[in-house]
């Protein structure tokens, strides 16, 4: 079946340190997208990739870094420049950013915890 | 800019109770509207959407109606059952996907 995986599930790091987060697609979508949940919110956009080699900045993307080498893969990292890490992060593909009723596709989730 | 309101949670029924969860919205287009839904330790999914006024989606005993007159897209079920318990949201989407607005939330909780 075809989806998205993020990994891990729970991730714990020491203030000051960097940490990656996987996310990984093979829906054969174009378009990937980061979004932070905090409790009683809605979901915020940290960053976007409509092609390989190509994203741009969402929202809050201030202490966050993506790369996206691959159709399938968009890391997100986690600097130690960004003031309120500890979050539940998630991960969506599309097939057609540009329509508006082109829904996401969501993973799982990762749930980061910096102390 | 464009923006999402729902009713605020947390909400809790009994099973089979009647259920609804207001959705209003402030767009300058003609967004598409979305309802997602999140169960506990799990990413969203979408749960029903609508792209023009007065379409109707539908899911899973789900219904919601685009009113553009009343600019809402409230969520509403006839019989909710325990494995309904999550949380919802309410989304908007004028200018593609990228510009995808969602609202705080709802947290229902169906008692048995």
């Known amino acids: 079946d075809g989806g998205i995986t993020q990994s891990p599930k729970y991730l714990f790091r020491k203030e000051g340190q960097n940490v990656t987060l996987s996310c990984e697609q093979n829906?054969?979508?174009?378009?990937m997208y980061w979004y932070r949940q905090d409790p009683g919110q809605g979901l915020r956009l940290i960053y976007y990739?409509?092609?390989?080699?190509?994203?741009q900045k969402g929202d809050i993307a201030e202490g966050y870094s993506v790369s996206r080498e691959k159709k399938e893969s968009f890391p997100l990292t986690v600097t130690s420049a960004q003031k309120n890490p500890t979050a539940f992060y998630l991960c969506?593909?599309?097939?057609?950013?540009?329509?508006?009723?082109?829904?996401?596709?969501f993973g799982n989730g990762t749930r980061l915890t910096v102390t | 800019g464009d923006s999402v309101t729902q009713m605020e949670g947390p909400v809790t029924l009994s099973e089979e109770a009647f259920l609804t969860i207001n959705c209003t919205y402030t767009?300058?287009?003609?967004?598409?509207l979305f309802w997602y839904v999140q169960y506990p330790g799990e990413g969203l999914q979408l749960l029903l959407k609508?792209?023009?006024?007065?379409d109707k989606g539908s899911n899973k005993g789900f219904e919601a109606t685009y009113r553009k007159e009343t600019t809402s897209f409230h969520l509403e079920k006839g019989s909710v059952q325990v494995s309904d318990s999550a949380v919802y949201f309410c989304?908007?989407?004028?200018?593609?996907?990228?510009?995808?607005?969602f609202g705080q939330g709802t947290r229902l909780t169906i008692n048995p």
């Open positions: 989304a908007l989407s004028d200018q593609g996907a990228q510009k995808l607005v």
């Open positions: 990739s409509q092609i390989v080699n190509d994203f």
């Open positions: 609508a792209t023009k006024a007065d």
């Open positions: 829906l054969n979508h174009d378009a």
């Open positions: 767009a300058t287009g003609y967004p598409s």
């Open positions: 969506a593909s599309t097939r057609d950013a540009a329509r508006d009723n082109s829904p996401l596709h």
